[in-house]
């Protein structure tokens, strides 16, 4: 249950940043905005670390396996832009529909051949049919009279 608030509250706040990042940008530009907002992160997660005991260490980014995932960074900066485009291009409501169905799709392709080390999750036609409903819940909600 715990993990459910948790994402709930994810949804809600990166919702509310690309709402906030994408007024940044109107009155800035997108890289400045992107900057702050990775700055303002960067000083948070410092911060967080200090007061919550040093676990952990830099240097151990060194031995992680798969080098590759220390590219969250970089994604994380891909993230903010294309966010801030999409919100600014199709509203709030339906960038983060379209978002958050991506999501599901790019994760479920992850689970079921088992990429980036995730252990395989088999086929069921169900999450298909799961997938096909939330495609249609946004056809709807965008329908044009």
């Not at 940044?24 to 702050?36: G, N």
Request: include cysteine.
């Amino acid at each position: 249950m715990l993990g459910v608030a948790i994402a709930i509250i994810s949804g809600m706040l990166m919702s509310v940043q690309g709402v906030f990042n994408e007024g940044v940008t109107k009155q800035t530009s997108i890289w400045v905005c992107a900057s702050f907002v990775h700055l303002t992160a960067l000083t948070f997660c410092v911060a967080a670390w200090c007061f919550g005991g040093f676990n952990g260490t830099f240097g151990s980014l060194f031995a992680v396996d798969g080098k590759y995932m220390l590219l969250g960074g970089v994604i994380g900066a891909a993230i903010t832009y294309t966010v801030i485009r999409g919100m600014a291009a199709l509203g709030p409501a339906q960038a983060v529909m379209i978002i958050v169905i991506s999501q599901i799709a790019a994760a479920y392709l992850i689970e079921l051949f088992g990429i980036f080390g995730v252990e395989k999750s088999p086929f069921e036609i169900k999450s298909l049919i799961g997938m096909a409903l939330c495609i249609s819940g946004i056809l709807i909600f965008k329908w044009q009279r």
